[in-house]
């Protein structure tokens, strides 16, 4: 199955996806009642690059109503991560898509942004690789040529923690900023390996009758994914309303998960350009992420561990991503889960 450049460009661009801590805030309640819920609140959620079925549980959360019965009226707004890390932090913006990674770098910067709701419950970012490379676990980079986009973002930093996990360094190997040409250049040859969302590079490989092998972070490091970041004012005076954004948030990704082809059919109503003669290479898209939505055993849909924070807080120091001690408690709450 071919696939076009227009198709490759839009599934390698998507997901490049507390100054002082509060008392604890209240537990969400249960939903209200359409004659209790409030009037609607316009909210804005900044989330990645551009419009993708990857986004569906928004998407089928704006569809069903969910948003709307917490009192919400939610658009989304497509653009860079490390541009809304500074709209939160600033209280310019009061919600955003981003991972843990990211959080640790806003409270590094004096920034007061703050984690509420997980929703990738596994880091997607992967290092791949064709089958023949012989690439099978972090020790078999060493003197490889490794393709990134650039020494930034999610990426970056599992590519580094990849590296630690085999007592390697950046020396060990042959970095290539390569941008977001990842699928090309590892087809081509032009790098041995590349770092990329689990479901755009390989798929897109995958798609085109290739065999891939890839290496996931979580085997050797679990540190919080993308989710729901809002910031210290907003959590101080409007606790309802960070409660209600992660009540329907939920309820919109459980929906999502029980009903797949149906939220497939939605995000489609959203994002037209990924029917038609792309509709075969995007539900392949959408199949491999619902993996990365899926609750973990043991933790409530939503949740993320002290562990975690500790563990990304630490590497992020330790790999000069930033130059001050985070506290990993001010990083995240758990408290706004119903």
């Known amino acids: 199955m071919k696939t076009s450049k227009a198709l490759i460009f839009t599934l390698i661009l998507t997901l490049v996806l507390s100054a002082c801590t509060p008392g604890p805030p209240p537990r969400a309640a249960e939903s209200q009642t359409p004659a209790e819920a409030p009037s609607l609140t316009p909210i804005t959620l900044g989330v990645g690059f551009i419009p993708n079925v990857q986004f569906a549980p928004f998407y089928v959360g704006m569809e069903k109503g969910f948003f709307s019965a917490e009192g919400i009226d939610l658009s989304l707004d497509y653009g860079f991560e490390n541009d809304y890390l500074k709209l939160v932090g600033t209280d310019e913006l009061q919600f955003m898509i981003g991972s843990g990674d990211q959080v640790v770098l806003g409270r590094a910067q004096g920034l007061p942004v703050r984690y509420v709701m997980n929703w990738y419950t596994r880091y997607p970012v992967v290092v791949f690789a064709l089958a023949d490379s012989g690439i099978r676990e972090p020790a078999d980079l060493k003197g490889k040529t490794i393709g990134i986009p650039g020494p930034f973002g999610a990426t970056y930093v599992a590519f580094r923690a990849l590296l630690e996990a085999a007592g390697l360094t950046e020396a060990d190997v042959q970095v290539e900023s390569i941008g977001f040409t990842q699928a090309a250049a590892v087809s081509e040859g032009r790098v041995d390996a590349a770092v990329d969302y689990a479901v755009n590079g390989p798929v897109i490989l995958e798609l085109q009758g290739l065999e891939v092998v890839q290496i996931p972070l979580e085997p050797y490091l679990q540190i919080p994914a993308n989710g729901l970041i809002t910031n210290q004012r907003t959590i101080q005076e409007e606790p309802k309303l960070v409660a209600r954004m992660v009540r ?17 059919q939605i995000a489609l109503k959203f994002v037209p350009e990924a029917g038609g003669e792309n509709q075969a290479a995007n539900r392949a898209v959408f199949d ?10 043991g933790l409530p849909l939503g949740a993320t561990t002290p562990e975690e924070w500790r563990n990304v807080a630490e590497l992020m120091q330790r790999i000069g991503l930033v130059d001050v001690a985070v506290d990993p408690e001010e990083l995240y709450t758990n408290d706004f889960l119903p």
Do not use: M
Request: proline fraction near 11%; charge should be negative.
């Open 248 to 264: 329907a948030s939920l309820r919109a990704i459980e929906y999502t998960l029980a009903n797949p082809d149906e939220a497939f």
């Open 288 to 297: 491999a992420v619902l993996a990365f939505w899926q609750p973990r055993p």
